[in-house]
């Protein structure tokens, strides 16, 4: 089982805000990741450490992170954010890599 | 722009070594601040960490795969591997490699190869 837990699916109205969450007690140490992936294709980073987004990555996306919950937060929510999302992060050891079991996106 | 391509069999038969290489190019494999990882999807499921590898050649590798795992780095070919032995139909899956970004505060994949399905079948 994953050391990061995710909701399965989430869902939000078009041009809303929606967060998903990562819980894991690694996440009291360390910052989570994110990452899209629509369906076919790899993984793409939104997210790494303190709330940076890579380039090309819209603004609507940002992070933030409270004791063992890390979250994904995108303001106004457009229909191609329709999208499984995953964390990961260190885990507790500092050593190995996990990943959350992912969330998916449905835009309404 | 980074770019990186996994190659291998698309198909393996079961009990055998699953071998992939992935090709880095538009950057070195000698990065002082990057590992290279090996993350895997089976069908409709999430991702799993398989291992990471320094180009020294320091590795990690997840608990549940690591006496079935070994990854190695080729520096004069800008590349890196991976094999897995003795596979079943559960090593079903997507591979991807990525480079991995390692900071004090946690680690990022930031760059992800296109992924290579392979099939465990006899």
């Known amino acids: 089982s994953s050391e990061l837990t995710q909701d399965p699916a989430v869902s939000v109205a078009l041009g809303q805000t929606v967060r998903i969450t990562c819980q894991g007690d690694?996440?009291?140490?360390?910052?989570a990741s994110w990452y899209q992936q629509k369906p076919g294709q790899a993984p793409v980073s939104v997210i790494y450490?303190?709330?940076n987004r890579p380039s090309g990555i819209p603004d609507r996306f940002s992070a933030s992170s409270s004791g063992n919950t890390a979250s994904l937060t995108i303001t106004g929510a457009q229909a191609e954010d329709e999208a499984d999302y995953y964390c990961?992060?260190?885990?507790?050891?500092?050593?190995?890599?996990?990943f959350g079991g992912g969330t998916k996106l449905t835009v309404l | 722009q980074l770019q990186l391509q996994e190659s291998g069999p698309g198909l393996v038969k079961p009990s055998e070594t699953l071998s992939l290489t992935c090709s880095v190019s538009?950057?070195?494999?000698?990065?002082?601040?990057?590992?290279w990882g090996w993350i895997r999807q089976p069908p409709g499921k999430g991702l799993e960490w398989i291992g990471s590898?320094?180009?020294?050649?320091?590795?990690y590798y997840n608990v549940s795969l690591k006496s079935r795992v070994s990854t190695s780095v080729d520096t004069s070919k800008n590349q890196f591997s991976l094999k897995m032995t003795s596979v079943t139909a559960a090593d079903t899956a997507v591979y991807y490699c990525?480079?991995?970004?390692?900071?004090?505060?946690?680690?990022?994949?930031?760059?992800w190869g296109q992924g290579t399905l392979v099939t465990v079948s006899s």
């Open positions: 590898i320094y180009y020294s050649g320091s590795s």
């Open positions: 690694s996440l009291r140490t360390y910052y």
């Open positions: 450490g303190d709330n």
């Open positions: 990525a480079r991995l970004l390692l900071y004090s505060g946690g680690l990022s994949f930031d760059y």
């Open positions: 538009g950057g070195s494999i000698n990065s002082s601040i990057h590992y």
């Open positions: 990961n992060s260190r885990d507790s050891s500092g050593n190995h890599v996990v």
